[in-house]
């Protein structure tokens, strides 16, 4: 059984350009979220995504935004980068509803 | 508001010792609960959870207390390990049409085993 899976493992982009993080789900799971993790912070919740559809978002502007495959990878754009959006960004899965969320090891984004 | 956060930023123990690390949360009507390891360069992984109509649950070195009178919760690890070192993050569920997704991070408490 493989993990959650993300790429590339590091970036760094410019102001005002755009990016688009990959994750590849656990095997077999239908959900997966992204979750932006300042240095030094706990990870913040951006959005989930269930079979395609977004299925619920936290405090984070437009210009962030998401998709969810059929074979439940997900990709995470972000238009417009800021110098605040400096980050580890987090891909998580899971099985069923209730069940733990699987992490993968994260995107260093670095916008300079 | 909804806040989950943890009530000392660091933690240092010898090893051998038993760790304990707190966590207080706000929403009285949070049911679920998860404590995560996150070691340096790598994303959080899973140590174990707990739902609002149990006061304990065990694992493998760890066990989980939660205290809803005063929304308290714990994380002890028995006979710490240096392998444990890392920082540790509790999290509260929030529901989204029944499909677990929006997590609430406390900051992490830094532990540090001495050897």
């Known amino acids: 059984e493989t993990g959650v899976t993300q790429s590339p493992t590091h970036l760094i982009k410019t102001r005002g350009q755009q990016v688009t993080l990959r994750c590849s789900s656990q095997s077999g799971h239908n959900t997966v979220s992204w979750y932006q993790q300042a240095l030094g912070q706990g990870p913040q919740f951006i959005f989930q995504y269930y079979r395609e559809e977004e299925n619920g978002r936290g405090n984070f502007p437009p210009r962030f935004s998401g998709l969810q495959f059929p074979n439940y990878s997900s990709e995470l754009n972000v238009n417009a980068l800021e110098l605040d959006d400096s980050a580890l960004y987090l891909c998580?899965?899971?099985?069923?509803?209730?069940?733990?969320?699987?992490f993968g090891n994260g995107t260093r984004l670095t916008v300079t | 508001g909804e806040s989950v956060g943890l009530h000392l930023p660091t933690l240092s123990v010898q090893e051998g010792d038993n760790s304990i690390i707190n966590c207080a949360y706000s929403?009285?009507?949070?049911?679920?609960f998860i404590w995560y390891k996150q070691e340096s360069g790598k994303g959080p992984q899973f140590i174990i959870d707990?739902?609002?109509?149990?006061d304990k649950r065990q694992g493998q070195r760890v066990t989980v207390l939660l205290n809803k009178t005063v929304k308290h919760l714990s994380l002890q690890i028995a006979a710490t390990q240096p392998g444990d070192s890392a920082v540790y993050f509790c999290?509260?569920?929030?529901?989204?049409?029944?499909?677990?997704?929006?997590?609430?991070f406390g900051k992490g408490t830094k532990l540090s085993v001495k050897p």
């Open positions: 707990i739902r609002s109509n149990m």
């Open positions: 998580a899965s899971s099985l069923l509803a209730g069940s733990p969320l699987h």
């Open positions: 999290a509260e569920n929030r529901w989204y049409g029944g499909s677990q997704g929006n997590l609430i």
């Open positions: 929403n009285s009507a949070s049911d679920y």
